[in-house]
């Protein structure tokens, strides 16, 4: 079932491939800020998230082990019971929209639904408020699960504030199978395609992706290991 909010998610964040479908691999893609923005933010993830967000035994090396050895070293090793809970759940925040809210926490009404620190002893715990029920509140490391309501004014849906993000909304990006990442111009596409060493254009194709929560931890996942990141992720090929 595609929840509304992988939805939301999925009509900003789309792609267009080149495929050489006789090679099988996809040679770049192009794409809007929105999803520039997100291959940056990977760069902002603290270790400890992109381990958390994967889990394990997804992982290739041995980074999964040292956070299976904190979450099962006793307490009694501990100097307080904090630091683990900081080294298990990093406050990391990296495109909220799209990797934070996973696919169980999403709802018909989660996009006007809100949480606050459920601590009602510090009044400064309400300077804080996630769109993710039971992130730590980053001012007393409760659960924020206390649900409030979003009350929305005069505003257009799916509006992309240009000017937030790492790049500029107003150009094209070209980003190749290994994530590296220009702004497009009509002169270098041909000049890739040569480099491509291409011969039959007939082969290749171009194909409308998006970039939904599934494929978001894709990309981060292979792109800690392989140079062939859009061809693993968008064609399947491990
Ligand atoms: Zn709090």
Known sequence: MVSNNDKTVASKLSLKLLIDTAAQKVLFAEAGKEVVDFLFSLLSLPVGSAVKL?????LEGSIGNLYKSIQELDPSFLQNSEGKSTLLNPIGSISPSLLLPGPSSSSSSSKNVYFQCANSNYSSCNAYV????????????????KQMIYVKGDEREDYVDPN???????VTYTIMDDLTVTPMSSISSIILLSKFNVKNLNTLVERDVTLGFD????????????????????????
Not at 132 to 144: A, D, H, Q
Not at 215 to 238: P, Q
């Open 54 to 58: 994967l889990s394990k035994d997804r």
């Open 130 to 145: 996630s769109k993710v029920n039971g992130v730590l509140c980053p001012n007393c490391k409760n659960r924020m699960s």
């Open 164 to 170: 937030v993000g790492f790049v500029k909304g107003v």
């Open 215 to 238: 494929e978001a931890l894709e990309v981060l996942e292979i792109s800690l290991r392989s140079k062939k990141v859009l061809t693993s992720v968008f064609l399947g090929k491990k």
